[in-house]
């Protein structure tokens, strides 16, 4: 037998010769997987409910012509109020230490432009925002805290926007079972984020344990790495719950974000002469958001349009008027973000300055460029 073989088969390394890296593990679902369920998920949607949509509102498209080009313009000044109380929430929630609020609008931004291209709800452009942030010298452990705090917050107060409405609507308007269903998903996922809270706070070395366990299950991941950034984070939760101050503020600006973009779609309605009490616009708008945490499409499309159009058109809104507004609504909620967002990457790259310390070849004269 060859002296470079072992017993069991396998060959061994020659003297000097460096052992052979270790195969990665194999993935829950293989990339071309993901890729061909993106693809049908994608092909689903155009085709069963955004074409639909559009053929519905193309019968309403000639009102265009009568509209009002100031509501137009209003509704988009709300949206982007609406983009601007989501950085003012980002900036409390990284506070302090946070970055410029123009820099944090857009890495809002692009996040965005990701959660509306990539199926799997908000995780894609949170992955995003981490990175961003960390690049703009916040600690991992604070921004991994911020935009948890952030998105919990957010969800918390879309559902008592959502509840409120629903307690002052269903005795003038009536109850539906969609409601009900709407409501429980609200419930279960606040449970879930208070037992994520309650874990990390009041037991953090059961969680340590538990996610250092399942580090040393994945590739290319150090255990030790994942449970110091647990415990950092399990300590700066503890920092921004007992700071009440900074809890109301992050409310106001959460609620702030939700009920300018409710009200973007109220106008967008109007101009098409939908006159909704804006409670109805609420409810439509609080039970479509909360169905849409379910991750079935990139930030639910198809299903927020399907939900509003239907919640509208049982409040006694015309099926293509309720289509036309909502549709030119997601035109500036959804549609634009995205090439905007890919406009607020590239500035963030050319023109972030590295914070990292000159090199011995930089002349000590140079200037640098000043921060945006």
Known sequence: MDPAEAGDGSVAPEEGQQPPTPRPRRRLL???????????????????????????????WHRLSQLNVMWLVLGALLEVAA????????????????PDRFRILRINMWALAISHTVPGGTVPGTAASYRLLTESDVSGSTAATGLATQGIGSAVVLNVIFWL?????????GYNPAYGFAA?????????????????TRGEKQAAVIVSRLADRLPFVRAETVTSLVQKVAD????????????????IWAAANWLLDAASLWVFLFAFGARVNPIDVLVAYGLANVLAVIPLTPSGLGVIELTIIAVLKGFGVPGEVAAAGVLSWRLVNFWLPIPFGGAAYLSLRFWHQPTTPTTPTTKPTAKALPSS
Do not use: C, D
């Open 165 to 173: 409405s629903l307690l002052i609507s269903i005795p003038l308007q």
């Open 236 to 251: 700066r939760i503890k920092i921004l719950l007992t700071s009440s101050e900074l809890l109301v503020r992050a409310g």
């Open 30 to 60: 293989p990339r071309n997987v993901k890729v061909t369920l993106t693809v049908l998920v994608t092909a689903f949607v155009i085709e069963y409910v955004l074409l639909p949509e559009l053929a519905s509102a193309r019968r309403e």
């Open 83 to 98: 983009l601007v109380a989501y950085a003012e929430l980002t900036h409390v929630v990284l506070s302090p230490g946070a």
């Open 184 to 200: 429980i998903l609200g419930v279960l996922l606040l449970a879930f984020f208070a037992a994520v809270v309650f874990f990390l």
